[in-house]
T-cell receptor
Framework: EPEVTQTPSHQVTQMGQEVILRCVPI?????FYWYRQILGQKVEFLVS????????KSEIFDDQFSVERPDGSNFTLKIRSTKLEDSAMYFC????????????FGDGTRLSIL | EDQVTQSPEALRLQEGESSSLNCSYT??????LFWYRQDPGKGPEFLFT???AGEEKEKERLKATLTKKESFLHITAPKPEDSATYLC??????????????FGKGTKLSVKP
């Protein structure tokens, strides 16, 4: 069964450094999402992406965040200058259509900021 | 404010002991309600989508139902392998939303043999 894959599974970074999280969505999907889950808290929406542009973003997704689809298969989340509070699990998701189509999630990248 | 609340936070069952998990939502326009299963260290795994009040979906020992205010995930004769955190999420139908999900905190289910 097709799946969303994320790399790395765990990333440890010094505060203030840039980090790039990578995702390979399911191949025929058109809509892409990033969510994060701080330990013990809810899964929270960050950003959605369609047709090579951001379609929606949350208040969390401020100027230090950016997303890109550099080629036909990868979808990346960049955090420019990491803060301690950016420590969380980051999940990538994709869906083939809008509306009520389910989003399929990867297993996440655990980001630890020191 | 749009809210999704799940109860209980944790549930311990004996193998074979049926029960229900609750997801109540306060949103102005519901486009769909989704149930996911999350195992430790893994991403949410899709289970069901419910679109309108009165709808029911079933998969093995799980059955999801939807009313105008809440959804239930019924677990019949659970097995230890059903142990996981069950997440409820809603997708809104207004405000220019492009499909992002609003999640509840989840119910952590433990099934003992």
């Amino acid at each position: 069964e097709p799946e969303v894959t994320q790399t790395p599974s765990h990333q440890v970074t010094q505060m203030g450094q840039e980090v790039i999280l990578r995702c390979v969505p399911i191949s025929n999907h058109l809509y892409f999402y990033w969510y994060r889950q701080i330990l013990g808290q809810k899964v929270e929406f960050l950003v959605s992406f369609y047709n090579n542009e951001i379609s929606e973003k949350s208040e969390i997704f401020d100027d230090q965040f950016s997303v890109e689809r550099p080629d036909g298969s990868n979808f990346t989340l960049k955090i420019r200058s990491t803060k301690l509070e950016d420590s969380a699990m980051y999940f990538c998701a994709s869906s083939d259509l809008q509306g009520n189509q389910p989003q399929h999630f990867g297993d996440g990248t655990r980001l630890s900021i020191l | 404010e749009d809210q999704v609340t799940q109860s209980p936070e944790a549930l311990r069952l004996q193998e074979g002991e049926s029960s229900s998990l609750n997801c109540s939502y306060t949103v102005s326009g519901l486009r769909g309600l989704f149930w996911y299963r999350q195992d430790p260290g893994k991403g949410p795994e899709f289970l069901f989508t419910l679109y309108s009040a009165g709808e029911e979906k079933e998969k093995e020992r799980l059955k999801a139902t939807l009313t105008k205010k809440e959804s239930f995930l019924h677990i019949t004769a659970p097995k230890p392998e059903d142990s996981a955190t069950y997440l409820c999420a809603v997708r809104l139908n207004y405000g220019g939303s492009q499909g992002n999900l609003i999640f509840g905190k989840g119910t952590k289910l433990s099934v003992k043999p």
